[in-house]
């Protein structure tokens, strides 16, 4: 079935948030999930994975303000983003691929589920 996102909102510039994204379903330890972002006209942009075997990888400019977990025992991937700022306000949306490889993990197309997003927005 389809991700399911929570932890989005308004927040202010310099907030922190905890995006979580809960996968149904079996074999979640074989999976590799993403964190993908749409802001208003603009495409889907890619900004963190992390691998069935916990590599992780991230868009280069997030990556000192983002991080991405997963608990296996709880099906669910995480997305923490610290310091937050207007530019950041998008839809976020969690993907999931069994076994996609690491080479791919920043492709949206590699992925095969998703959700249905939740909504980040940064007041300055």
């Known amino acids: 079935g389809p991700l399911v996102e929570s932890g989005g909102g308004l927040v202010r510039a310099g907030d922190s948030l905890r995006l979580s994204c809960a996968v149904p379903?079996?074999?979640?330890?074989?999976?590799?999930l993403g964190w993908f972002r749409q802001a208003p006209g603009k495409e889907r942009q890619f900004v963190a994975a992390i691998t069935y075997f916990g590599g992780t990888f991230y868009k280069e400019s997030v990556k000192e303000r983002f991080f991405i977990s997963r608990d296996d025992a709880k099906s669910t991937v995480y997305l923490q983003i610290d310091n937050l700022n207007p530019e950041d306000t998008a839809v976020y949306y969690c993907?999931?691929?069994?076994?996609?490889?690491?080479?791919?993990?920043?492709?949206?197309?590699?992925?095969?589920?998703w959700g249905q997003g939740t909504q980040v927005t940064v007041s300055s």
């Open positions: 379903g079996d074999f979640f330890s074989s999976y590799t």
């Open positions: 993907a999931a691929r069994y076994r996609l490889s690491a080479q791919f993990m920043n492709q949206a197309e590699k992925y095969d589920n």
